[in-house]
C-alpha cells in the first residue's frame, strides 16, 4: 500500500516537473475557477449556466485524466509518446466523462440552487404525468430569478425549473403550455441530446451528424406535446414569444 | 443599506432609468405595475422590464422579497437608495474619477471654485 502510493508520489513528482503538463494542469483548473466567477458574477440565462457547470467539470477532470493517461504510458512502456499524441486521447476522454459526470451532477446542482415547488404547479405536472402514466412525476423547482426561464433535467429523478420572473410574465394557461413542453422532453428522455450534441461539436468541428437539427426536431416533438395537450399551439407560442423578449 | 462601493459603476440606459424613475415614484412595487407604469412612454415588453430588474437586483440597485399572491409566486422590488442618494453617489464617483485623473490640479479648482 505504502509503496504504491510512494510509487505514485514520484509519478506525480515527475509529471509536474514537466513544465509544459504543469501549464497545462494550471490552465485547466485557472479556467475551471474562472467559469464558476463568470457564471456567479455576470447575469447568464440557465442554460448557458448548465453548458458552464458541464465545462467546469471538464476542466476539473482534465488534470487526474492527464496524469493517470501519462503514467499509465509509462506502465506499457510507450513512454516515447509525444504529448500531442498524448492531448489527443486526453481530451476526448476528458470530454466523454465530463458529460457523464455532468449528467449525473448538474441537475444535482440546479436542484440545490432552487425551492420545491409544492403548490398548483407540482399538482398540475402530477396530473398531467399521472394522465401520461409516467412512473414517476417530475418534481418541480422554483428558480430564484426574475429572468423568464424555464428547464427540466432528466436523469433518475427527472425535474422541472421554473423562475419566479417566468410566473410573472406568463398567464396561467402559458405556464401550462410551458410545463407541459418540458414534461415532453421528459417523456422523449431527451435531456441527454444537449450536453451530446456539445461534445460531438467539440470532437468533430464538421460533424456527420447535425447536431442542431436534432435539437431543434427534439424541441419541436416537445412543443407539439404540449399542443395536442392543450388542443392549440396558441398558449405556448405566446410563452416562448415573451420569454424571447 | 447597501455600501457606497456597491453602487452603479456605469451609466444607466434608458429603460434602466425608466424603471428606477418609476420604482422612485411608486415605492415597492411588482414588475406588473413597473410594466404599466413606463409602458407608454418606453414601449417595451414586460419580460424586458422583468430581465432589466433582475439585473439592477444583481447590481444591487434595487432590493426585492417574494411574495404569494393569488397569481401565484411574484417579487416585490423597491430600490436600495432615494432619489438623492443615488444622485449623490453618481456625483460623487464622477468627482473621484476626475480627482483621481488630474490630482492636485482638480483639487485646486474646485477650492477655487466652489469656494464659499
Known amino acids: ?245 | 443599506m447597501v455600501k457606497q462601493s456597491d453602487v452603479v459603476n456605469e451609466t444607466l440606459s434608458p429603460l434602466e432609468s425608466a424603471i428606477l424613475e418609476a420604482l422612485w415614484q411608486s415605492g415597492e412595487s411588482k414588475v406588473r405595475d413597473i410594466f404599466q407604469k413606463i409602458k407608454t412612454k418606453n414601449p417595451c415588453a414586460q419580460s424586458s422590464v422583468a430581465v432589466t430588474l433582475d439585473r439592477l437586483y444583481e447590481r444591487k440597485l434595487v432590493r426585492r422579497t417574494i411574495t404569494t399572491g393569488r397569481g401565484g409566486l411574484a417579487y416585490i422590488y423597491s430600490t436600495c437608495l432615494s432619489k438623492d442618494e443615488f444622485r449623490k453617489s453618481l456625483a460623487q464617483q464622477a468627482v473621484d474619477r476626475i480627482v483621481e485623473r488630474f490630482g492636485e490640479s482638480a483639487v485646486s479648482y474646485f477650492n477655487e471654485k466652489y469656494r464659499k
Not at chain 1, 426561464?149 to 433518475?156: D, Q, V, W
Not at chain 1, 422532453?185 to 461539436?201: D, F, M, N, V, Y
Not at chain 1, 468541428?205 to 447535425?210: I, M, Q, R, S, Y
Open chain 1, 1 to 245: 500500500m505504502w509503496g504504491m502510493l510512494a510509487h505514485l508520489g514520484s509519478a506525480l513528482d515527475l509529471f509536474l516537473a514537466d513544465s509544459t503538463k504543469t501549464t497545462l494542469v494550471v490552465a485547466a483548473i485557472v479556467s475551471a475557477v474562472t467559469l464558476i466567477w463568470l457564471s456567479r458574477n455576470l447575469d447568464f440565462s440557465a442554460k448557458i449556466r448548465s453548458a458552464f457547470m458541464y465545462a467546469h467539470v471538464a476542466l476539473l477532470l482534465f488534470p487526474p485524466v492527464f496524469f493517470a493517461t501519462t503514467l499509465s504510458c509509462k506502465q506499457v512502456g510507450l513512454c516515447e509518446v509525444g504529448l500531442t499524441q498524448t492531448l489527443l486521447f486526453v481530451i476526448p476522454i476528458t470530454l466523454i466523462l465530463g458529460l457523464a459526470f455532468g449528467l449525473l451532477i448538474v441537475p444535482l446542482l440546479h436542484r440545490l440552487r432552487s425551492q420545491p415547488e409544492s403548490g398548483k404547479w407540482q399538482r398540475f405536472v402530477n396530473g398531467q404525468s399521472d394522465r401520461l402514466g409516467l412512473h414517476k412525476a417530475p418534481d418541480v423547482f422554483i428558480v430564484d430569478s426574475g429572468r423568464p426561464e424555464a428547464f427540466s433535467t432528466g436523469g433518475l429523478k427527472p425535474a422541472m425549473f421554473i423562475s419566479i420572473g417566468m410566473l410573472e410574465v406568463l398567464t396561467r394557461r402559458q405556464i401550462e403550455a410551458v410545463l407541459l413542453h418540458e414534461l415532453g422532453h421528459i417523456q422523449e428522455g431527451s435531456h441527454a441530446l444537449k450536453p451530446i450534441t456539445w461534445l460531438l461539436r467539440a470532437l468533430y468541428p464538421e460533424p456527420v451528424l447535425a447536431p442542431a437539427a436534432i435539437v431543434a426536431e427534439e424541441e419541436r416533438k416537445a412543443d407539439a406535446f404540449a399542443a395536442s395537450v392543450q388542443k392549440t399551439d396558441v398558449h405556448l407560442n405566446r410563452a416562448k414569444r415573451k420569454m424571447a423578449e
